[in-house]
């Protein structure tokens, strides 16, 4: 079968299943199937797939017809201009995380800390998943000691591959805990945290494939959204030196109880996304 009525065929059936981008999603799975880049799906429409490809092919638009998010079918997912390895042990990295990156170098570099470039400089990613948060600010910030933390043994498993396939298996120290339990107090520059801030209660505005496929854990905190960072905040307090930055990600549901959460701390501020949704709460200890 020619790669083109593959591809059309393929097309046709994401859509009919109600997957959302079944172009992108299609023209991805074959990407995946045929371990080439998009530019050889245009460059030869001709291609004749043999039947083992076929078989892989379909195998995987019947995941993604079935919601299994294509990051988890392919294995990959980028962020921060960095591929990463990704599995059902880990929240899927996203375009809106990079905001933490983005904070964490904007107060670096304008005034949140003299010594930003120093080797002195020492960051802590709470619950890093995939180790996306972790990995970008070790490529960004070479001489900093960063550290990451993350209940889930799995998690670190495949934080620790992308740490290693990114040749940065030096930079970044692995712990598995609970938060910030065990690690040294008034120690740390920057603590930063994609944490789980969805309320059970907001669980049918979920997205279904996030619902079923992704790690519950790393998507609601409980009730409210609230618990887990309830937890964050005070270790955090306690594990940052005076004048420290906590840097989150949270979501418009839970802004004003983080707001209430860090009423004592210094520099308080909310930024919002691209699409103006509050995304990123930063807070200072005070000295």
């Given at each position: 079968m020619l790669l083109k009525d593959v591809l059309k065929s393929a097309i046709d059936h994401l859509t009919a299943a109600g997957v959302g981008s079944p172009r992108l999603n299609a023209e991805t799975l074959l990407m995946f199937t045929l371990s080439c880049d998009r530019a050889y799906l245009?460059?030869?429409?001709?291609r004749d797939l043999n039947p083992e490809e076929q078989t892989r092919y379909q195998e995987a638009l019947a995941q993604r017809a079935r919601g299994v998010p294509a990051q988890y079918i392919t294995g990959h997912q980028e962020f921060w201009g960095m591929d990463f390895l990704v599995s059902p042990a880990v929240l899927i990295p996203r375009p809106e995380t990079e905001h933490v990156i983005e904070t964490v170098l904007d107060l670096l570099h304008n005034g949140g800390r003299a010594s930003s470039a120093g080797a002195e400089l020492r960051?802590?990613?709470?619950g890093t998943g995939s180790g996306c948060i972790a990995l970008a600010l070790a490529k960004e910030l070479p001489q900093a000691e960063i550290h990451a933390t993350?209940?889930?043994?799995?998690?670190?498993?495949?934080?620790?591959?992308?740490?290693a396939r990114h040749q940065l298996?030096?930079?970044?120290?692995?712990?598995?805990?609970?938060?910030l339990q065990g690690l040294p107090l008034a120690y740390f520059d920057f603590v930063v945290s994609n944490p789980p801030y969805v309320g059970e209660s907001?669980?049918?505005q979920?997205?279904?494939?996030?619902?079923k496929f992704e790690p519950r854990n790393a998507v609601f905190a409980g009730p409210t959204g609230l618990?887990?960072?309830?937890?964050l905040v005070p270790q955090a307090q306690a594990a940052l030196k005076p004048g420290g930055w906590l840097v989150m990600e949270i979501s418009g549901t839970?802004?004003?109880?983080?707001?209430?959460?860090?009423?004592?701390?210094?520099?308080?501020?909310?930024?919002n996304d691209l699409q103006a949704i509050p995304r990123i709460a930063v807070a200072r200890r005070p000295a």
């Open positions: 245009y460059a030869h429409p001709e960051i802590v990613d709470v993350d209940i889930s043994r799995q998690a670190l498993e495949i934080a620790r591959a992308n740490a298996e030096n930079r970044v120290q692995f712990q598995e805990t609970d938060l907001e669980a049918d979920v997205q279904l494939e996030v619902r618990e887990v960072i309830e937890h839970i802004a004003e109880g983080v707001k209430r959460l860090l009423k004592s701390w210094a520099n308080f501020r909310i930024a």
